[in-house]
Each structure stands twice: as structure tokens, then as C-alpha cells.
């Protein structure tokens, strides 16, 4: 069954196929006379309302141009790959229209009214120094074969500045919504997985549940020691979320041990895991999400995520 964003997927993907098809010699483009804007319509409402400077739009983008032989279209930015979903799960990229030079994209967006789609020539050396502010000297070589680019645009919506600090101060709110229900579930996720696992396991002095330990034969961490740990982070539902051995053979995550969390920059319960290893050891612990990732979590981890994580220390060095 297709979902609704593998429907927008697939119908955004014939409509840059018709706008590339479309696109033709340069002898198709108009340059507006106010700004320098080089453009093509493909579909135009001239009636329609149009954003203003400083508004905030969301568009559809694929972004092309020569790669640095010159011999080949180069895609830099592809929205349906990489980009933002709203409600309905349409995907593209949210920018703020500022103009930074006669002829940049932002002004060709604002030509545009809701619903069109449109494709536009923009100067490379002028993107990347006046909209990017990259140095002169930091220049992409690429620039040198590639001086214009193409950006074939689909404009879905767009906000006045008040319009889209609501929407994200009403985002947030969601967000802390969503975090403060976490909060409450965590205790009960964390007792019924002990239950049906390890019923006989109670938590140690710094709120850790150690869930299996092997001794090792080696020396206690001290602090300073340099450390090869190998370790695989879990969710309660078993679903590895980070691990050391990312492909063959076995990896190992290299840190210098300290209390200092500041020093290390991992999670605490890692901090205080290790602090209690020796060298050989194989654990494997259950954090809450205060020694974890806490109220704001990370990456794929939600707010208020307990984790399991099996830890072996392989090898310790005394700092020299």
C-alpha cells in the first residue's frame, strides 16, 4: 500500500522530470527587468498572491548543475530526498526569502504566487559569495565549469515572519507535550521490561539495573586511562539505535576516561559504568534516561528514553 508520501514522492518526481524536459536552451528564459531574475514559468497564477521580502517559504527544489569536468548534470539538492514534511507529508525545504543580490532565487520566489512551479537561473559565483558568504578565496572549484545553476521550484506555501514563529512556538509546544508524556510512561516502560526479563534485577546505588556482568582479568579504570571499548546501544524493544562495530571485524570506541563529563562527552551513566569496569569486563546495563539522553534526547533517541547498552571493556592503557 502506497502512503501519501510515497504518492507526493512519485508525482514530484514526474513533475521535475516534465520541468527538466521543459527546461530547454536558455533561449526560453525572460530576465525580469526589475531584478535580473532569469526564469520560466511552468505553471503561473498571475493573479495569485506572492510572498513578500522576509516572509518564509516552503518549496520544492531540485537544485542542478555541471560537475567540475563540465560534462554533467550534478544534482546538489534534491527536496524529496532532503527536506521537511508538513501535515499532509509533502516534502521540501523551508527558506527565508532575504534577497542578497539582483538575480538570486529569492527574488524569482517572489515572483511566484501559491501552487506554482517554476525554473530559474542563478549565477554560481554570486550564490556562493553574496547568499552563502563564502570567502573568495574558499571558492568551490567546481564554479569555474559550472558559472550558472539550475533550481527548478514548486512553491507549496508560504508565512509572514509572525506567522512562523506561531507555528514554531505551537511546534514546541507540541514537542513538550509529546516529551512530559514520555516522561510520565518511562517508570512503568522501565518496570515491565525488568518483569518479563529480569524480574530478580534491582537498581544499584546510582540508579543503574545491571542486567549481566562477565569479569574480566584485568586492572580497575583509573582516571586517565586511555580506553578501547566496544559497546551496542539498544531501545527496551530491542531495536539497536548506535554501536562500535559498524562493519567487519571488531570496532572499539577509543575515549580517555574521566569523571569529568565535560572531558568525556558521553552520557553519564557511561561515566559511571566505567568508572567500575576492569579491563576485560563485559556488562550490560539498563540506563534511565536521566544517566542517559535525558528531556531532549538525540538523534533517533525520543526525550525521557531509557536504554540498554552492552559494554565491554577490551583494553585499557595508563596515560603516560
Known amino acids: 500500500m502506497r502512503t501519501r508520501t510515497t504518492i507526493n514522492f ?25 531584478t535580473g531574475v532569469q526564469y520560466r514559468f511552468i505553471k503561473h497564477d498571475d493573479n495569485g498572491t506572492k510572498p513578500a521580502e522576509n516572509s518564509f517559504a516552503k518549496i520544492q527544489m531540485l537544485w542542478t548543475g555541471k560537475n567540475v569536468k563540465g560534462d554533467a548534470d550534478t544534482v546538489f539538492i534534491d527536496s524529496h530526498k532532503k527536506g521537511f514534511g508538513d501535515s499532509n507529508g509533502v516534502l521540501m525545504q523551508a527558506i527565508p526569502l532575504r534577497k542578497s543580490f539582483s538575480g538570486c532565487l529569492e527574488e524569482g520566489i517572489m515572483m511566484m504566487s501559491k501552487g506554482d512551479s517554476a525554473v530559474f537561473k542563478i549565477n554560481g559565483d554570486s550564490l556562493y559569495l553574496k547568499t552563502f558568504r563564502y570567502p573568495k578565496e574558499r571558492l568551490p572549484a567546481f564554479l569555474k565549469t559550472n558559472p550558472t545553476f539550475t533550481f527548478c521550484i514548486k512553491l507549496v506555501s508560504f508565512e509572514t515572519q509572525q506567522e512562523r514563529q506561531a507555528d514554531m512556538q505551537a511546534e514546541m509546544q507540541k514537542r ?81 576516561y574521566s569523571k569529568d563529563p565535560n572531558a ?24 534511565p534516561s536521566s544517566l542517559a539522553y535525558g528531556p531532549r534526547g538525540g538523534g533517533p533517541i525520543q526525550p525521557y528514553t531509557p536504554l540498554v547498552f552492552d559494554i565491554e571493556l577490551v583494553s585499557l592503557s595508563a596515560n603516560k
Not at 186 to 207: G, H, R, T, W
Open 176 to 256: 513538550q507535550q509529546a516529551a512530559q508524556m514520555l516522561k510520565g510512561q518511562e517508570p512503568a516502560m522501565i518496570a515491565d521490561y525488568l518483569q518479563k526479563n529480569y524480574p530478580n534485577v534491582k537498581p544499584d546505588a546510582d540508579s543503574i539495573f545491571y542486567l549481566s556482568v562477565t569479569k574480566g582479568k584485568g586492572r580497575q579504570v583509573k582516571e586517565g586511562d586511555s580506553l578501547h571499548v566496544g559497546y551496542v546501544g539498544r531501545f527496551l524493544d530491542g531495536k539497536i539505535f548506535d554501536q562500535s562495530d559498524k562493519g567487519q571485524g571488531h570496532g572499539t570506541f577509543a575515549l580517555k
Open 264 to 287: 568525556m562527552r558521553v552520557i553519564e551513566g557511561w561515566i559511571k559504568v566505567l568508572g567500575k569496569m576492569h579491563e576485560g569486563d563485559k556488562v550490560t546495563v539498563l540506563l
Open 10 to 34: 512519485i508525482l514530484f518526481s514526474f513533475a521535475v522530470s516534465a520541468i527538466m524536459t521543459s527546461c530547454g536552451g536558455s533561449s526560453d528564459f525572460k530576465t525580469d527587468a526589475t
